[in-house]
């Protein structure tokens, strides 16, 4: 019962990691900027384009224009982002045919074995790649913050909540990984060893 639970809980978890890596990568909310001057504005910065929330108009968007006209910071980070999406999707696909509790190749054991670490792997890679960009946007933003050569009557970006969201897509997917590639470690007990053990108290307890 250990290792498919196990298995099953780094599945789930890795899945809950991808899906929030997903939608990390086009939330708008990377950055916030509140203006002193209008505080029912709220401007948000995303890797594909910049919001503007007011508090009786809604939202309204606008696409970047030009991939190379954004800062460094964001045009890796979609790269990356990507990478971490498709590494996760993968990953899932690779895990899902090592479960134990998957009929599919339940003699080849090796294989299983391999597939589940592979995954796993593919998991690691997958959080750290969404982790790297979100952490490289939050220094770059605090450096912005308190930069002392900019005048204090400009407004300064803030942290958004899809920086928070990245954070806990790369958290679930390196635990996730860790999970899967635990159960490669432990022992599995076939369940011949099972009914043998079982049918051996009995004998011990007729004896008796």
């Known amino acids: 019962v250990y290792r498919p639970m196990m298995q099953l809980s780094g599945i789930l978890v890795s899945l809950l990691g991808w899906v929030l890596s997903c939608l990390t990568t ?3 909310q990377w950055k916030n900027l509140n ?4 505080e029912l504005e709220i401007w948000t910065m995303g890797l ?3 919001c503007v929330v007011q508090e009786e108009g809604g939202m309204q968007c606008k696409d ?9 910071e964001l045009r890796i980070s979609r790269i990356l982002m990507f990478f971490s999406n498709g590494s ?7 895990s899902g045919f090592g479960l134990d509790c998957l009929k599919i190749g339940e003699r080849q054991q090796e294989q299983k074995k391999r597939l589940l670490l592979f995954g796993g792997m593919l998991f690691w ?7 790297v960009p979100v952490s490289w946007v939050a220094h770059s933003t605090v450096q912005e913050f308190w930069d002392e050569n900019i005048p204090d009557i400009v407004p300064r970006w803030d942290f958004g909540e899809a920086l928070f969201v990245g954070w806990l897509a790369g958290f679930c997917l390196i635990l996730g990984g860790s999970l899967l ?3 490669i470690c432990s022992t599995e007990v076939h369940p011949s060893s099972v009914h043998y053990a079982v049918a051996e108290q009995q ?3 007729q004896h008796l």
Do not use: H, K, M, R
């Open 203 to 205: 004998d011990q307890c």
């Open 64 to 72: 970047f224009d030009s991939f190379l006209a954004l800062p460094p």
């Open 181 to 183: 590639n635990c159960t």
């Open 125 to 131: 890679i997958s959080g750290i790649t969404a982790v």
């Open 88 to 94: 996760g999707l993968l990953g899932l696909l690779l």
């Open 35 to 38: 203006l002193e001057l209008n």
């Open 26 to 28: 086009y939330l708008p």
């Open 48 to 50: 594909w384009q910049a």
